[in-house]
């Protein structure tokens, strides 16, 4: 494995051949690059190889789930991180769009050692990143992370035989199931369920629902162009708005 570039020129032939990676994407906790500008698919993939190699040095199952947030450029993503890993000799078990938790619930669903989900969690589209564990249910902490970026960015990804892929269906289904058990709701409750276009809108409002919560939506259409806000609950902008219904609607609480 060549050593990643730290930079690349956008819009010419090495962009779309060689890896580019900014070293400073690597964090303690999980990995996140402004796309296109901090990391290209060729770099992503090279992640994807040093993944599966930190995986095979550590003598890990080369098993892991892979699964990617609602953004139009993430699927781009993680089919480039899903060649790399599968170059390391790992076998992906692909469980489609997903929220981060449900990534993490794949791993015992699926019985896969490891995981990595493509996520730039509450950023605003024009970033991406990943988020991956092998020691279920822990995720990279910042010794994993100091590894993973080493092997990285010195070139140290080692392809090897072995690797597969299949695409698993069902797991979001699970994940409700799961959720839901056999809970019940012990007074009624009226929630606005605010998830502003983002990934949550395929899971909230039906989990609500099944939870025998009354939901008042509030922009729960799949939208990856966030066309009202970037769905971050920590953004003054989202917490107005969801302020707002609660008066409007008179429900308990907005979540």
């Known amino acids: 494995m060549t050593k990643p570039a730290s930079s690349v020129s956008q819009n010419t032939w090495e962009f779309l051949r060689d890896a580019m990676i900014t070293p400073t994407g690597f964090r303690e906790y999980d990995a996140r690059w402004k796309y296109p500008d901090d990391i290209n698919l060729p770099g992503i993939t090279a992640l994807g190889l040093g993944l599966g190699t930190q995986m095979q040095q550590r003598g890990i199952e080369p098993v892991i789930a892979v699964g990617n947030d609602y953004r139009d450029y993430s699927l781009s993503i993680k089919n480039a991180l899903i060649i ?20 993490y619930f794949a ?13 730039a969690s509450h950023n ?39 690797g597969g ?23 009624k409750l009226k929630v606005v369920c605010a998830t502003g276009n ?20 509030s922009h729960n259409r799949l939208d990856y162009t966030f066309p009202h806000y970037n769905p971050n609950p920590e953004a003054m902008e989202m917490l107005h708005d969801m302020s707002a219904s609660v008066k409007a609607s008179g429900a308990d609480i907005a979540l």
């Open 84 to 103: 790399g890993l599968m170059q390391a000799g790992i076998h992906v078990k692909d469980i489609g769009p997903a929220l981060s938790p449900m990534a």
């Open 107 to 119: 791993q015992f669903h699926l019985g896969a050692p490891a995981v990595a989900m493509v996520t």
């Open 124 to 162: 605003p589209n024009g970033w991406t990143g990943v988020k991956m564990g092998f020691e279920r249910p822990l995720t990279h902490g910042p010794d994993e992370m100091a590894e993973l970026r080493d092997i990285v960015l010195n070139g140290l990804g080692k392809p090897l035989s072995g």
């Open 165 to 187: 892929y299949e695409f698993i269906d069902g797991v979001r289904e699970a994940y409700l199931d799961d959720l839901v058990g056999d809970f019940k709701m012990t007074r």
């Open 198 to 217: 983002g990934t949550a809108s395929a899971f909230a409002p039906e989990l609500f629902k099944r939870l025998g919560v009354e939901i008042v939506e």
